[in-house]
Protein backbone atom coordinates (compact mmCIF):
# COMPACT_ATOMS: atom_id res chain seq x y z
CA UNK A 1 0.00 0.00 0.00
CA UNK A 2 1.28 3.51 -1.00
CA UNK A 3 1.38 6.14 1.40
CA UNK A 4 -0.97 8.86 1.19
CA UNK A 5 -0.09 12.29 -0.79
CA UNK A 6 0.71 14.92 1.72
CA UNK A 7 -1.68 17.76 1.70
CA UNK A 8 -0.69 20.94 0.03
CA UNK A 9 0.67 23.70 1.75
CA UNK A 10 1.98 21.28 4.87
CA UNK A 11 5.60 21.34 4.00
CA UNK A 12 7.76 24.18 4.37
CA UNK A 13 10.66 25.71 2.28
CA UNK A 14 13.05 28.17 3.80
CA UNK A 15 13.51 31.47 1.59
CA UNK A 16 16.75 33.17 3.52
CA UNK A 17 17.25 34.81 7.01
CA UNK A 18 15.29 37.81 8.05
CA UNK A 19 18.44 39.54 8.72
CA UNK A 20 19.59 38.86 4.76
CA UNK A 21 16.33 41.80 3.89
CA UNK A 22 16.86 44.67 6.06
CA UNK A 23 13.98 47.28 5.84
CA UNK A 24 13.16 49.03 2.88
CA UNK A 25 14.97 45.87 0.75
CA UNK A 26 13.76 43.38 -1.59
CA UNK A 27 14.75 40.01 -2.79
CA UNK A 28 13.93 37.68 -5.26
CA UNK A 29 13.76 33.97 -5.04
CA UNK A 30 13.30 31.17 -7.73
CA UNK A 31 10.63 28.95 -8.66
CA UNK A 32 10.76 25.54 -6.47
CA UNK A 33 9.94 23.45 -9.04
CA UNK A 34 9.52 23.11 -13.18
CA UNK A 35 6.29 25.16 -14.09
CA UNK A 36 6.19 26.92 -10.65
CA UNK A 37 6.96 31.04 -10.21
CA UNK A 38 9.22 32.32 -8.68
CA UNK A 39 8.65 34.91 -4.86
CA UNK A 40 10.01 37.63 -3.35
CA UNK A 41 10.69 39.17 -0.46
CA UNK A 42 9.71 43.20 0.35
CA UNK A 43 10.48 44.62 4.18
CA UNK A 44 8.23 47.26 4.98
CA UNK A 45 9.71 49.51 7.37
CA UNK A 46 6.72 49.16 9.70
CA UNK A 47 4.59 46.26 8.98
CA UNK A 48 7.72 43.98 8.14
CA UNK A 49 8.79 41.26 5.65
CA UNK A 50 6.11 40.42 2.81
CA UNK A 51 6.26 37.56 0.47
CA UNK A 52 4.45 37.76 -2.80
CA UNK A 53 4.14 35.63 -6.11
CA UNK A 54 6.58 36.96 -9.17
CA UNK A 55 3.70 37.36 -11.18
CA UNK A 56 1.75 40.70 -12.05
CA UNK A 57 -2.05 40.15 -12.22
CA UNK A 58 -2.18 41.87 -15.85
CA UNK A 59 -0.20 39.29 -17.68
CA UNK A 60 1.44 37.06 -15.24
CA UNK A 61 5.04 37.94 -16.13
CA UNK A 62 7.37 38.67 -12.95
CA UNK A 63 7.68 42.12 -11.37
CA UNK A 64 11.29 43.24 -11.30
CA UNK A 65 12.72 45.50 -13.48
CA UNK A 66 16.60 44.06 -12.23
CA UNK A 67 16.93 40.85 -10.76
CA UNK A 68 15.50 41.35 -6.73
CA UNK A 69 14.72 45.02 -7.58
CA UNK A 70 10.58 45.77 -7.48
CA UNK A 71 9.88 48.91 -5.71
CA UNK A 72 9.54 52.37 -7.14
CA UNK A 73 12.29 54.79 -7.02
CA UNK A 74 11.07 56.60 -3.93
CA UNK A 75 10.53 52.86 -2.52
CA UNK A 76 6.77 53.19 -1.19
CA UNK A 77 5.50 50.86 -3.84
CA UNK A 78 6.23 47.56 -5.79
CA UNK A 79 6.05 48.25 -9.81
CA UNK A 80 5.82 45.69 -12.49
CA UNK A 81 8.66 46.32 -15.07
CA UNK A 82 6.52 45.50 -18.04
CA UNK A 83 3.82 48.02 -18.12
CA UNK A 84 4.42 50.14 -14.67
CA UNK A 85 1.69 48.83 -12.56
CA UNK A 86 1.89 50.04 -9.17
CA UNK A 87 0.84 47.83 -5.87
CA UNK A 88 0.96 48.69 -2.15
CA UNK A 89 3.27 46.78 -0.06
CA UNK A 90 1.47 45.88 2.85
CA UNK A 91 -1.25 43.93 0.57
CA UNK A 92 -0.12 43.90 -2.88
CA UNK A 93 -3.20 46.00 -4.18
CA UNK A 94 -2.59 47.77 -7.65
CA UNK A 95 -3.40 51.16 -7.02
CA UNK A 96 -2.37 52.18 -10.62
CA UNK A 97 -1.81 50.92 -13.92
CA UNK A 98 -3.71 48.42 -16.31
CA UNK A 99 -4.30 45.65 -13.50
CA UNK A 100 -5.61 48.62 -11.05
CA UNK A 101 -8.10 47.01 -8.20
CA UNK A 102 -6.46 43.32 -8.80
CA UNK A 103 -3.53 42.43 -6.17
CA UNK A 104 -0.25 40.16 -5.75
CA UNK A 105 -0.21 36.78 -4.49
CA UNK A 106 0.95 37.27 -1.46
CA UNK A 107 2.42 34.09 0.71
CA UNK A 108 2.08 33.23 4.13
CA UNK A 109 5.36 32.91 5.83
CA UNK A 110 6.46 32.50 9.32
CA UNK A 111 10.03 32.64 10.56
CA UNK A 112 11.37 28.71 12.19
CA UNK A 113 14.61 27.54 13.20
CA UNK A 114 15.76 31.57 12.28
CA UNK A 115 14.56 31.34 8.74
CA UNK A 116 11.66 32.52 6.53
CA UNK A 117 9.81 30.01 5.49
CA UNK A 118 6.75 29.78 2.78
CA UNK A 119 4.61 26.44 2.19
CA UNK A 120 6.28 23.97 0.07
CA UNK A 121 3.71 24.76 -3.09
CA UNK A 122 3.65 28.45 -2.95
CA UNK A 123 3.97 30.03 -6.26
CA UNK A 124 3.10 26.48 -8.53
CA UNK A 125 0.85 27.44 -11.18
CA UNK A 126 -2.99 26.60 -10.88
CA UNK A 127 -3.06 25.37 -7.34
S1 LIG B 1 2.44 42.93 -17.10
FE1 LIG B 1 2.54 44.05 -15.23
S2 LIG B 1 1.51 45.88 -15.68
FE2 LIG B 1 1.34 44.74 -17.51
Keep these: MSPLPEP ?10 PEEIPPG ?4 FPAAEEGARG ?6 FRE ?5 VNACPHL ?8 GQFLTVDGTRIMCATHGAEFRIVDGFCVHGPCRG ?9 IEGGMIMVPVDAGRINT
Design 8 to 17: PGVRARPLCR
Design 25 to 28: ATAS
Design 39 to 44: LFAVHH
Design 60 to 67: GVPLDWLP
Design 48 to 52: GIMIY
Design 102 to 110: DALTKVQCT
